[in-house]
């Protein structure tokens, strides 16, 4: 990036840079720490052919999937969490559309340990799973090797090098330090494994700030190409500390996805037909933004002197 | 059925929760005979105590109050894979007489007539976990001969047995279902009728499954719930009735 | 263990129970929360034939060479950080006694790696390292494998799982639910590694200080067997929040660990002449202690509701 | 030797950092024409500006005020093993003509005269960062035609040359010397010296070596450090000069 201690830039302006038809894209963050914004961002700008890659597609791959932005989908657990199913990509996969889209399933050990040998650089990660299921045969990608010490055969998962990562967190500095808690999912993973990484975070914070507690950051700067401050921007997720899930919405979900119509008029709605984040959550309302924000509840401090 | 899996549980289990009846299992059994049961989430919350009945896995209420938060990576690898789970609970679409399970597909899987969510992280649950608990309601679609596909590997099946494929877990040593538990045979794995709930016809069960269900000559009549658990279920644990109907308590 | 809840011992029964003969035994820390300790207890009660790992042997482990606890020492760079070498383990491998020390050498990675496959319950761990080296040659276990996709052949080294392992840290409570700032080093790994752990710590607070900040907790009471209670029991190195590395030790170290004479007598007067770490940090002296005592410096909380 | 370890750094590098003379010359560096530079020490303190000369790298104060704390495992398999270290300082008992280094037996590896620390991270670091820079005083005993140990690959050697095993960094681009600046020749990685200290005799300091030293056609004469350079080490980097002798300025 031009400047190595500014990387703050609009969502518009970061999906525009850092994203392209065609690319490896992965939105972690297990539950936590979704990054819609982003994924709104990337409808609007009609990116196409993606590969999407994340543990649990969620909503937030069920509406990309539904928008057109979809090729493929990499992935361990495709419902609505606590709820049911993701519509728009059930019909993609049992009622073969024109361009059908392309599967490649794992458990989530397997794709955990598939961004892990992508953060480090290794073409393979090793691990104890898929004795007696079938998911190897439908997935050739699942191998293994034999241990040169115990002579076992372990199975194997290729490195997943995303062509970009976007990682949602409660707040960085603008140099894209970048600090999470509560639930980490694998966004450390993800974002080391990627060739660029965009980090939105609910607040922007001086770097003093992350310097005073440096165990909490899960990303660093050095690896971060832009920066966006959305706040609400992993909305009907939630980010510990700031907001609470919407479960609400999830289950509206399962009746807006159910019917394409709705659930194109829900993308009219809340995504063609807003410029922004704070456009949607314009949209969204003050009944809903002020239920759903955190109630405080600070944890102690500890002490960095020596 | 939250009542009978609550049973499963000892004190002091490590256990791998998931949402929905096994969480309000769990919260059962630590309210009554396991107070130490520690309860991991694969999201990473360890330990938790969740105030509000988590709508899903990820859900903030278990992180807030929880002993530890750890990243996906160490919860797969260094608590499952490393052998630190007691007890795994999982469900499905299909489940087959040797309790192999399947939350993939139904039909084909290139073409299927159902496309399930899928593994998540019940492929190693089943093999990592030292016990599995099943948990489903006793259906001949819900327990076929045979399943559409292998999800999660039970305690025999077409890749071998568990003893020859050399799984680290027990496997799923119990089926609770809304008419009674099911339990592998010792000698060949498949899954028969070992105990069934007061007034539960043993002959109109066995033709709940989708093969031939043995009944075990030591089949027991289980206790009903005492008025204490149901008290806990449907006044404090699950007041809105979630995932409790009068049947499945 | 009996209670679940309560795993709290001296350090006296802790190393009686927990340590055998012939262990092999990880007492890890990277120049921070070194258990010195530990290693103090295990010297008194004349353990032997002890396999030491650790990245770096450091004072803690020429100290028990020099007490003759070590049949063995598994490591990765053995010096005086910052000042020079380590005389008790120069002199057992220099000037090899009737009984030599048994060498077993990796680099940092290798060990990182080793008690990372240990923690997984992987036979192996997989590297890109020791290409050009001549550390496989003289160490026939540093392997490699084949990667099933690439067809790179990428190193290995086998799994560590020690008998034992002690872990210090700045806090934890009675069930064994330990919180770390500052360096990590590998200490999560080493006790996940581990048949048994042992956790001391500077202070024991009450679990609901620990479940105020989740994201603190680096090992999980469900894997340790025993705690102990033992302010400065990482002197001469530190524990952040807590106190300094007594910089001034680990140079003194250099003049009494040349001298084998000087060297029994330190031990003598420090180690048997004392009978527990309150006995030590008596004999150090209120001076050294006050000079190393850490200044406050808290970190801001965070917000933990929802 | 500090100020021309600091000259071999660029604003907004990403370095590994060891202890001593390299530590000293990356703060002189900051201070000087690399603000931005990155330091990471392999204990995992990213992004360290330490109060106080650390005197291990471990020291507290390179945590307290870093931007990041990481555990090992991440600093080798993430950032090192990750591609994302530019810079790798490196010193050692013995570097031969090609920038093999030694830092780990003199003498034989079973019967050793001297055993020396070992690798340490030298031998990922040497493998991985995309250059490295060596540090060591110019005699014949420190630069042999030959080491003892190979412990952390140079540019060429019994086991091949870098790019015949394939390896991802570029290795030692740059030795700072007393002296002056060896170089590897681009066509056979010996080293050679391409640069000399004001006041230096070019053939003097060739007899320095182990080996017969090349020296590089177009040689040239460094500059002495600024007055600058030299008050910010002795005043202020190195108040106590640990690390630096007039000499070593």
Redesign the interface.
Known sequence: MAD??NKLMSMRDAIARLVADGDVVVIEG???LICFAAAHEIIRQRRRNLTLCR??PDLVYDQLIAAGCAKKLV?????N??VG?LHA??RA??Q?QTQPLELE?????GL??RV?AG?????????????????PA?NP?I????????H?V?A?V??LNPDVTIVHA?RADTSG?TQI??????Q??AA?AASRVIVVVEEIVD?K?????????LI????VDAVVCEPWGAHPS?A??????D?DF?VEWEDISRDEAALAKWLDDFVYGVADRAGYMKKLGEARRTRLT????????????? | MAVRAAHELHDGDVVFVGIGLPNLACNLARATHAPNLVLIYESGAVGAVPDRLPVSIGDPALVTGSLAVATMADVFQFYLQGGRIQVGFLGGAQIDRYGNINSTVIGPYDKPKVRLPGSGGACEIAIHAKRVIVVAPLTPRTFPAAVDFITSPGLNGKYGTRASMRLPGAGPVRVVTDLGILEPASHDGELELVAIYPGVDPEETKKKAGWPLRVAPNLTILPPPTSEELRLLRDVLDPNHLYIGKRDA
């Open positions: 190595a201690n297990f539950t936590h543990l649990t992935f361990s657990w495709a419902g969490p606590g199913s990509l059930r996969v049992e073969r399933e794992y458990s989530h050990f955990v340990a892990s953060a480090a650089k290794l073409p393979f990660w090793p691990l104890r799973d898929y004795q007696g299921s079938d998911l439908v990608n191998r293994s090797v034999t241990c040169p010490y115990t076992e372990i194997t290729p490195a409660q330090n808690w509560g639930l980490y999912g694998v450390k993973e080391f770097e700030i992350v310097r005073a507690d440096p165990n909490r950051t660093p700067g050095i690896i939630y510990q500390g700031y907001y609470d899930r479960n999830y955190a109630k405080p509840l600070m944890s102690p401090g500890v002490n960095y002197g020596f």
